[in-house]
T-cell receptor, first 113, second 112 residues
Framework: GAVVSQHPSRVICKSGTSVKIECRSL??????MFWYRQFPKQSLMLMAT?????????EQGVEKDKFLINHASLTLSTLTVTSAHPEDSSFYICSAKWQNIQYFGAGTRLSVL | KQEVTQIPAALSVPEGENLVLNCSFTDSAIYNLQWFRQDPGKGLTSLLLIQSSQREQTSGRLNASLDKSSGRSTLYIAASQPGDSATYLCAMRDANAGKSTFGDGTTLTVKP
């Protein structure tokens, strides 16, 4: 089956630093990738949708300059949390779409100290 | 503001039972509605996607329905199995604002 690899699975960083999360589709080409955020004991939130070679479409309320998304190839999308602060601590999940089905990465737990 | 509600928050059933999970939304101007399952340590799986023009979608033992007029979607699971134990999430995509809103999920436990 289609596999989406997300790296790292967990990252701890200091406040003010930037963190990059990678999302790769291992055995298929994904023209569309999604980034989600999940707060502890809360529901999921779609952050943005990215199409290969074009700018990401951000959901309402999501800061574009804070959460930089790059989808430079059909198998890789990255999310960079710039100047991270403790309130950015969360579980980030990526998803890649193939043949009209979404496949999800295992998620990245970000903790900002 | 779109609100998506899933009731109950938790459900426990014996193996073999048919069950229904509910998802309610406040704005009927939807683009699509999607059901997911989330397994601890295994991540998310997309189950079914219903477009605004559709009334239901089926995949194996799962059937999802959509009633825009009443603001409801249901996920029917037939002949439940312990492997169905997970948290089930619904997400509604707004047709106007282009925003997706998730419910808080129903945590299902199927006892052998």
């Amino acid at each position: 089956g289609a596999v989406v690899s997300q790296h790292p699975s967990r990252v701890i960083c200091k406040s003010g630093t930037s963190v990059k999360i990678e999302c790769r589709s291992l055995d298929f080409q994904a023209t569309t990738m999604f980034w989600y955020r999940q707060f502890p004991k809360q529901s999921l939130m779609l952050m943005a949708t990215s199409n290969e070679g074009s700018k990401a479409t951000y959901e309402q309320g999501v800061e574009k300059d804070k959460f930089l998304i790059n989808h430079a190839s059909l198998t890789l999308s990255t999310l960079t949390v710039t100047s991270a602060h403790p309130e950015d601590s969360s579980f980030y999940i990526c998803s890649a779409k193939w043949q009209n089905i979404q496949y999800f990465g295992a998620g990245t737990r970000l903790s900002v100290l | 503001k779109q609100e998506v509600t899933q009731i109950p928050a938790a459900l426990s059933v014996p193996e073999g039972e048919n069950l229904v999970l509910n998802c309610s939304f406040t704005d009927s101007a939807i683009y699509n509605l999607q059901w997911f399952r989330q397994d601890p340590g295994k991540g998310l799986t997309s189950l079914l996607l219903i477009q605004s023009s559709q009334r239901e979608q089926t995949s194996g033992r799962l059937n999802a329905s959509l009633d825009k007029s009443s603001g409801r979607s249901t996920l029917y699971i037939a002949a439940s199995q312990p492997g169905d134990s997970a948290t089930y999430l619904c997400a509604m995509r707004d047709a106007n604002a282009g925003k997706s809103t998730f419910g808080d999920g129903t945590t299902l436990t199927v006892k052998p």
